[in-house]
C-alpha cells in the first residue's frame, strides 16, 4: 500500500482534533451505530497498519507511536461519551487520522504571514523585513564556521564586535561602537557600566514605557542607578539639569519619546544644551533614541526621525537605538559615541550577558554594509522600500486586486477600494500618518449581524496557510496593501478562503439570504 496521499500542512492542535472529528462525525444520522472504547485497537496493531508503518520509516517510531496513543486517548474519550462513530474505529480511518496528527505535530508554530495591518514595522508580526543580501549573507555564516571571534590577519583571537564596529563608526560618525541583543539591552547596558550606583537625571517628560514591561524608571532600577527626574510633564528648562547635577550624578540621559507626543504648552532642552551643561560637569550625555534612522527620512519624503549622526554631532556621548526597527535589520541594540564611554560599556560584566549572537550579528553587518549604498538603500532595503512605496501605486494594486477579491467574497461581502491612513510601527514617528491605499470590505446584510460577519472573515484570514492579518475599523476590513509586494501571495489563497466563507462564484446561490 502506498503512503497516505498529502493533505493540508500547516496547522496545529486545532487540526488534530479536527481530524478526530471529521472521521468520527456520524455522517448519516443521528442513530448511526456509535463506537465503544473495547472497539478501539491496542497502539501496536494500529502502528502495524500498512499506512502507519508508512509513517513510522518516515518519522521514526517515537513521534508516530506518541500520536498513535494520543489519537487513540482521545478516540477513547469520545467513545466513553457515546460521541464517536463506529467507522471511526475502522483500521485505515485510524491511520488517516494518525497522519494528519502527525502532521499537524510537525507543522511549525512560527510562520509567515501577511501583514495587511498598515502597519509597517509591527512589533507583533517581527518588525523589519531582512534585506535579500542579509538572509543571504545568514544563510552562508550560518551554515559552517566563520570568523566570529577570530583575527584572519593574526590568526589570533579576535573581538565579534569589530565585524560591525568599523561600519558603525563610518556611518555615523561615532568614534567607537558596540552591539548587544536588542535596545533594550543597550539601555540597561549604558545606564549599568556608566552610573551604577550613582545617579541619573532624566527629564520628566521622558519616562517612557516601550511596552513589554520596559519603563525607563525600571530599567533605571534594573541597572542599579538611582533615576532623578527633572522638569515636568510638559516642560523641562536647562536650569532644571543644572540644578539637578550633584556629587552622586554619573549621567545625563535623554530618552527619544518614541510612542507617544506631548503637545501644547511644551518645552525641552536638546541634546546640544544638555551636553555643554554635561561636559562642563565632566559627565556624559548618552540619549536612548528608539528606532534611530541611519538615513534622513525626510529626503524620501517621509516624517523626520533623529538620526545617531546629528545626536553625536550635538555632543551626546552615547547614543543608543534598535537593530530592527527604521535600520531595517536583525533584533539588536547598537551603541554608538565616544572612544572612552564605548570602552566602559564593552568591558562592564554585563556585556558577557546581553552580546548579540553569530545569528543575527551577521544579518545585522550585511544590513550595515548596505547603507555603504545610500541611493541605493531605500530598494535594497525592504522596510524602506515599502515606507517609501508611494500612494498611488498601492492604490493602483488594490484597483488591480478589487474584482477577484470582490469575486471571493461575493455575496456575502463587498469590496470597494479605499484610501488609507498607514503607520510606520514600532513606536517611530508615533502621529504621523502614512497615506496609503487597499481594500475595505463590508458585509452585506443586516447592519446588526455585520460585526459577526467581520470576525467570520477575519478568522477565515488569519485561517489561511499563509495567514493574512488585516484590521477591523468603522464596520469595516480593511487590508492595507503597502506591504504586498507579491500580489500572488494574496490572489493565490482566494479560492481556499471562499472555501472556508462558503462566498464566491461556486458558492453564489448557497449563500444567499446568510447576510
Ligand atoms: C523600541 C525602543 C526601545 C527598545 O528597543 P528594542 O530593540 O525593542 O529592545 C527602547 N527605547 C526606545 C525609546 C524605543 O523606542
Given at each position: 500500500m502506498s503512503r497516505p496521499a498529502e493533505s493540508v500542512v500547516d496547522g496545529s492542535k486545532a487540526q488534530a482534533a479536527e481530524a478526530v472529528r471529521d472521521h468520527r462525525r456520524p455522517a448519516a444520522a443521528a442513530r448511526a451505530p456509535l463506537a465503544e472504547p473495547k472497539d478501539l485497537?491496542?497502539?501496536d496493531r494500529l502502528l502495524r497498519e500498512p499506512a502507519a508503518?508508512?509513517?513510522?520509516?518516515?518519522?521514526?517510531?517515537?513521534?508516530?507511536?506518541?500520536?498513535?496513543?494520543?489519537?487513540?486517548?482521545?478516540?477513547?474519550?469520545?467513545?466513553?461519551?457515546?460521541?464517536?462513530?463506529?467507522?471511526?474505529?475502522?483500521?485505515?480511518a485510524l491511520a488517516q487520522a494518525l497522519q494528519q496528527a502527525v502532521q499537524a505535530r510537525l507543522a511549525p508554530r512560527m510562520r509567515a504571514v501577511l501583514n495587511l495591518t498598515?502597519?509597517?514595522i509591527h512589533t507583533n508580526l517581527g518588525r523589519a523585513l531582512l534585506a535579500d543580501e542579509a538572509l543571504a549573507h545568514l544563510l552562508v555564516m550560518m551554515a559552517g564556521p566563520n570568523n566570529l571571534e577570530y583575527d584572519l590577519e593574526s590568526g589570533g583571537r579576535g573581538d565579534r564586535d569589530s565585524l560591525v564596529e568599523e561600519l558603525l563608526t563610518a556611518?555615523?560618525?561615532?568614534?567607537?561602537?558596540t552591539v548587544v541583543n536588542n535596545n533594550a539591552a543597550a539601555v540597561l547596558l549604558t545606564i549599568a557600566a556608566l552610573a551604577r550606583g550613582k545617579e541619573v537625571v532624566v527629564s520628566r517628560g521622558e519616562l517612557v514605557e516601550i511596552g513589554g514591561a520596559f519603563r525607563m524608571p525600571d530599567v533605571m532600577a534594573a541597572a542599579?542607578?538611582?533615576?532623578?527626574?527633572?522638569?515636568?510633564?510638559?516642560?523641562?528648562?536647562?536650569?532644571?539639569?543644572?540644578?539637578?547635577?550633584?556629587?552622586?550624578t554619573a549621567l545625563l540621559m535623554k530618552v527619544h519619546t518614541s510612542n507617544y507626543a506631548?503637545?501644547?504648552?511644551?518645552?525641552a532642552v536638546d541634546e546640544a544644551d544638555i551636553a555643554r551643561i554635561a561636559h562642563a560637569h565632566g559627565l556624559p550625555l548618552a540619549t536612548d533614541l528608539g528606532s534611530g534612522s541611519?538615513?534622513?527620512?525626510?529626503?524620501?519624503g517621509l516624517p523626520r526621525e533623529p538620526t545617531p549622526q546629528e545626536k553625536l554631532a550635538a555632543g551626546c556621548d552615547v547614543v543608543t537605538f534598535s537593530g530592527d526597527k527604521l535600520l531595517g535589520g536583525p533584533q539588536a541594540g547598537l551603541i554608538v559615541g565616544s572612544k572612552a564611554a564605548i570602552e566602559r560599556i564593552r568591558k562592564f560584566p554585563m556585556k558577557r550577558a546581553l552580546r548579540m549572537s553569530k545569528l543575527p550579528l551577521a544579518a545585522l553587518e550585511a544590513t550595515l554594509r548596505l547603507y555603504l549604498r545610500p541611493e541605493r538603500v531605500a530598494q535594497d532595503l525592504p522596510t524602506l522600500r515599502l515606507l517609501t512605496r508611494p500612494a498611488a501605486a498601492i492604490r493602483a494594486l488594490a484597483e488591480a486586486l478589487r474584482p477577484a477579491v470582490a469575486a471571493a467574497l461575493a455575496p456575502r461581502y463587498e469590496v470597494a477600494v479605499a484610501d488609507l491612513q498607514g503607520q510606520i510601527g514600532s513606536g517611530s514617528l508615533p502621529v504621523e500618518r502614512l497615506p496609503s491605499a487597499g481594500l475595505a470590505i463590508t458585509p452585506v446584510g443586516p447592519k446588526k449581524l455585520a460585526g459577526r460577519a467581520l470576525d467570520a472573515l477575519a478568522d477565515a484570514l488569519r485561517g489561511l496557510p499563509t495567514p493574512v492579518i488585516g484590521r477591523i475599523a468603522d464596520d469595516r476590513l480593511l487590508l492595507d496593501l503597502r506591504c504586498l509586494e507579491?500580489?500572488?501571495?494574496?490572489?493565490?489563497?482566494?479560492?481556499?478562503?471562499?472555501?472556508?466563507l462558503g462566498t464566491g462564484a461556486s458558492n453564489e446561490e448557497r449563500g444567499d439570504g446568510r447576510g
Open positions: 485497537p491496542a497502539v508503518t508508512a509513517l513510522v520509516s518516515e518519522h521514526g517510531h517515537t513521534l508516530v507511536a506518541a500520536q498513535a496513543r494520543a489519537l487513540l486517548e482521545r478516540c477513547r474519550g469520545e467513545a466513553r461519551a457515546g460521541r464517536l462513530a463506529a467507522g471511526a474505529v475502522a483500521l485505515p498598515g502597519t509597517v556611518l555615523t560618525g561615532a568614534e567607537a561602537a542599579g542607578a538611582t533615576l532623578v527626574e527633572v522638569g515636568t510633564t510638559n516642560r523641562t528648562h536647562a536650569h532644571d539639569y543644572e540644578r539637578a547635577i550633584g556629587e552622586r506631548i503637545q501644547g504648552f511644551t518645552s541611519l538615513v534622513d527620512l525626510a529626503a524620501y507579491d500580489a500572488r501571495l494574496l490572489t493565490g489563497q482566494l479560492a481556499a478562503l471562499s472555501a472556508t
